[in-house]
């Protein structure tokens, strides 16, 4: 659920929501809008969401996945047309956010920004700040910021899953060049998960070739794993590459992601070595693969053998280890929330602890790597917990997360907001 009663503006680029307004002792209400049976269609069937079938005719808040942009964006668009008292937010398109300032008291009191197109810059106060600039330029903001980092803990932290992947070549049509990317899942709970996975020849070619264990046959580069039970692993290349390429729909892909540690050593600082843009020092990410720590290492060898005796059980006729190089698609805890101020920037309800009014509400304020699974749902929910945080701490408003009817962003009276304001 969205709540938009004290929300009035957010930057997007490196996108920062400030919480302004008028304070309001009311709990936030969110209902629904009475519509007319001449408000265009919206059941999702007819256009093709549940089953995907016309995806392109869809409305965007229908379209396959909950991504923010598709969910919480299109119902914070259109609040006033859907929920009683809403106030839909201002979204600042090409505009960079570069500072946060705070007060004599340390306290976060204004945002700085520069539209891209103009290189125009404005500052605005806010009574709460919310950075979600993401795992990599949130740190950096924080830290071009010049706020305090005591520990030593801003940027450090970073998880990304260990990615790898496991391919075999199958005695069937596996379509795997052919409608969704992603078909499944198969949690290990503390160890990880496996995503079966459909690309497009030029990814799926690319992917074959991005390895950390050199080139089977030749050298192994140090390969930090074993086969386990592959036929191959490494870099596909030559005769390999064009089997697996020729057969490309008979390949059936499977994504390793590992529950990594937490791990100081992997992380992003600001870069000495590159030269400042226009919005300052940009970030460097280092992560030190070849040294994890045992547990991740052991997961992620646990995985990858269960891909493999997954594919030979299905008939596989050959399998492929790849054994990825760092590959950030899933990456967490640059910011992380934690019980200690030791180990942690944030405190228990993701506000920061040596900047009062400050927020992080992106993957990087999770405390580690949530155990495998793509980070989405889970830090919206977070999200919205910490909203609701804001809203009773800097607003004098009331809970509501459990107490009123959720409003779903696929839900009809969103679909007719979303389409009369033109986003369809």
């Not at 119902?75 to 007060?103: E, N, Q, S």
């Not at 004599?104 to 125009?120: D, K, M, Y």
């Not at 903001?141 to 305090?148: D, I, K, R, T």
Request: proline share 7%; with cysteine.
């Amino acid at each position: 659920m969205v709540s938009t009663s004290c929300c009035s503006k957010a930057v997007l680029g490196s996108p920062i929501s400030s919480m302004t307004g008028r304070t309001s002792k009311a709990t936030p209400t969110i209902r629904r809008v009475d519509t007319s049976a001449s408000d265009p269609p919206t059941d999702p069937s007819r256009h093709g969401c549940a089953s995907s079938r016309r995806p392109l005719g869809a409305p965007i808040n229908l379209k396959a996945k909950r991504s923010t942009s598709v969910s919480y964006i299109p119902m914070a668009l259109t609040a006033d047309r859907w929920a009683r008292r809403g106030k839909p937010i201002t979204l600042i398109a090409d505009a960079f956010a570069v500072r946060v300032d705070t007060d004599g008291h340390g306290a976060a009191r204004s945002v700085t920004w520069r539209l891209g197109r103009t290189g125009e810059v404005h500052t605005e106060d806010a009574r709460a700040i919310v950075l979600a600039c993401g795992t990599v330029e949130t740190p950096r903001l924080w830290l071009n910021s010049g706020l305090p980092n005591p520990n030593g803990w801003v940027g450090r932290g970073l998880t990304d899953h260990f990615v790898d992947a496991v391919t075999g070549m199958m005695p069937f049509d596996t379509g795997s060049s052919r409608g969704p990317g992603c078909g499944a899942r198969i949690d290990f709970p503390g160890v990880g998960m496996l995503e079966p996975v459909g690309e497009t020849p030029g990814l799926r070619a690319a992917l074959s070739a991005f390895s950390d264990a050199g080139i089977p046959g030749f050298y192994d580069n140090g390969l930090p794993g074993g086969a386990h039970g592959a036929d191959l692993v490494g870099r596909l290349l030559g005769k390999d590459l064009k089997e697996a390429m020729a057969n490309v729909d008979r390949l059936l892909n499977i994504d390793v992601f590992t529950d990594d540690d937490v791990e100081m050593q992997n992380g992003v600082s600001l870069s000495s070595s590159f030269p400042p843009d226009e919005h300052g020092p940009v970030p460097r990410i280092e992560i030190h693969h070849r040294n994890r720590s045992a547990r991740t290492i052991g997961n992620r060898e646990f995985l990858v053998g269960q891909a493999v005796s997954l594919l030979r059980k299905l008939g596989a006729k050959k399998v492929y280890r790849i054994n990825k190089p760092p590959f950030i698609i899933h990456s967490h805890s640059t910011m992380r929330m934690g019980l200690s101020a030791d180990d942690s920037v944030l405190d228990g309800s993701a506000e920061a602890r040596w900047v009062k009014r400050l927020f992080v509400a992106d993957n990087s304020a999770l405390a580690n790597g949530i155990g495998g699974p793509n980070p989405t749902l889970t830090t919206q929910a977070l999200a919205t917990r910490t909203a609701e945080i804001i809203y009773i701490r800097y607003f004098g408003g009331h809970p509501w997360v459990d107490r009123e009817e959720p409003v779903s962003s696929v839900d009809p009276v969103v679909t007719r907001a979303v389409v009369r304001a033109g986003l369809a």
